[in-house]
């Protein structure tokens, strides 16, 4: 990451970056709607009057493989000088996975699965932001779908250059994105800050962003302030800088399922999983502990209950649930779409491995079950 800019009006800075680069023609990745809605189309279009704009907007919410090659055909075609995401987390996916996929001249499925590696770096990349969660402009890694099956390419060349985040484009951002959106944020917080990979900076961005988003997410959704906006904005950022360090946990290796699946959204999808996870993260039998520091992992989870301002785990997931429930997010199963057992099976068989290894308590399928039991019954 080269630079990265922050506040009201600081999309400015794109024609500098523009200039450095000498860049010319413009790769635009939008989304179809939010482009739109979040003024982000009025907003940019002063700074890109001067230049060959091709836009691209072509893909599902979710970024499949199928949208990836349309893009990467285009980029081809286009012979551009930079690219430009903004829009939503699977937004600024896309052109990483574009992008990178380009410039590294493979099959985009063999690239996304890893039969081949990232060697060389795409075009010089700004991503903006217009929804305060998925922290994807502060992140090395892009989402793809491959047969509904997920995956996460990474990589140190899939890093934005340009991280742009102007709070602003937030503004219009409907209550029930903003609770999705905003939970989201807090979930990679709270799983960065657990999990074993964590650091000493990573764990202060993610309790930066915990201290941030805890007092502020049900104001953002219910009644909006500009204050409260541009909190949300800076502490996702900070939590997607936590993220690019450790990485996901458990709740995010499950949530994948529930998503593909159900059609739960990402941030719901997560958020319903982890209350939970505070009370497994801080049990163990055995060697249930994936991380052998010590004391670390009830150290990190005590530090954990602090934050939240918890007496205990118990208290900080009913303090989670009752989060959800305030700002409108459902949490019953059926209501959800998620009916029987065999809805649960379906889940369980498509847990992403890898996520788990990075959780701080091994979760097996035993824990798994238990789990859903627990889910199921508070519906």
Same mark, same amino acid.
């Given at each position: ?5 922050? &506040?009201? &009006?600081c ?7 523009l ?11 939008t989304g179809?709607?939010s482009?739109?809605?979040s ?6 279009t002063p700074? +890109?009057?001067?230049?060959n704009?091709?836009?691209?907007s072509d ?6 493989i199928?949208d990836?090659r349309?893009?990467?055909s285009e980029?081809?075609?286009? !012979?551009?000088? /930079?690219?430009?995401?903004i829009?939503g &987390? ?6 990483? +996975?574009i992008?990178?996929i380009?410039?590294n001249?493979c099959? =985009?499925?063999? +690239?996304a699965? &890893?039969?081949e590696k990232v060697?060389v770096?795409?075009?010089?990349l ?5 929804t ?10 892009a ?9 996460s +390419? @990474? ?5 934005p ?5 102007d =709070?602003?484009?937030?503004y219009n $951002?409907?209550? !029930?994105l903003?609770?999705i959106?905003?939970f989201d944020a807090l979930?990679q917080a709270?799983?960065?800050y657990?999990?074993i990979t964590?650091t %000493? %900076?990573s ?6 962003? *915990?201290?941030m988003i805890?007092?502020t997410? %049900?104001? @953002? ?6 204050e ?8 996702a950022? $900070? ?10 946990? /458990?709740?995010?290796a499950?949530?994948y ?5 159900f059609?739960?959204p990402h ?9 939970n996870f #505070?009370?497994?993260?801080? !049990?163990?039998e055995g060697d ?9 992992p ?9 934050? #939240? ?8 997931a009913?303090?989670w649930?009752?989060?959800m429930?305030?700002?409108?997010l459902?949490?019953? #199963?059926?209501t959800l ?5 065999s ?9 992403? /491995? %890898?996520?788990?290894?990075?959780n701080?308590? *091994?979760?097996?399928?035993t824990?798994?079950?238990?789990l859903?039991?627990i889910? /199921? !019954? @508070?519906?």
């Amino acid at each position: 990451m080269k630079l990265e800019y922050f &506040g009201v &009006g600081c999309l400015s800075s794109i024609p500098l970056i523009l200039k450095y680069h000498r860049a010319k023609r413009i790769f635009l990745v939008t989304g179809k709607k939010s482009y739109y809605i979040s003024g982000a189309r009025d907003a940019i279009t002063p700074y +890109l009057d001067s230049k060959n704009v091709i836009h691209f907007s072509d893909f599902s919410t979710d970024p499949k493989i199928a949208d990836v090659r349309r893009g990467v055909s285009e980029l081809k075609q286009a !012979k551009c000088d /930079a690219v430009i995401a903004i829009g939503g &987390g699977s937004t600024i996916d896309m052109a990483k +996975l574009i992008n990178i996929i380009t410039y590294n001249n493979c099959d =985009p499925e063999d +690239l996304a699965t &890893g039969k081949e590696k990232v060697k060389v770096k795409g075009l010089p990349l700004i991503a903006i932001p217009t929804t305060s969660g998925s922290g994807s402009e502060a992140t090395h890694f892009a989402v793809v779908y491959v047969n509904k099956i997920k995956y996460s +390419l @990474a990589h140190q060349y899939i890093l934005p250059d340009y991280p742009i985040i102007d =709070p602003s484009l937030t503004y219009n $951002l409907p209550p !029930k994105l903003t609770a999705i959106s905003g939970f989201d944020a807090l979930s990679q917080a709270v799983e960065s800050y657990w999990a074993i990979t964590a650091t %000493e %900076e990573s764990q202060q961005y993610a309790s930066q962003a *915990i201290k941030m988003i805890l007092p502020t997410l %049900e104001s @953002a959704v219910n009644s909006p302030s500009i204050e409260a906006r541009n909190t949300m904005a800076l502490a996702a950022h $900070l939590a997607g800088k936590a993220i690019n360090i450790t990485k996901t946990t /458990a709740p995010h290796a499950i949530s994948y399922p529930l998503t593909t699946y159900f059609n739960i959204p990402h941030g719901h999808a997560v958020a319903l999983l982890l209350g939970n996870f #505070f009370v497994i993260n801080s !049990k163990s039998e055995g060697d249930g502990w994936r991380d052998y520091r010590g004391d670390v992992p009830q150290k990190v989870m005590r530090e954990l209950c602090d934050l #939240f301002d918890c007496i205990n785990p118990q208290d900080c997931a009913n303090k989670w649930y009752a989060l959800m429930a305030t700002v409108g997010l459902e949490t019953d #199963f059926k209501t959800l779409g998620i009916c029987n057992q065999s809805d649960i099976d379906l889940i369980i068989k498509n847990v992403n /491995a %890898e996520r788990l290894g990075n959780n701080p308590v *091994i979760i097996t399928k035993t824990i798994l079950k238990q789990l859903f039991r627990i889910l /199921a !019954k @508070a519906t």
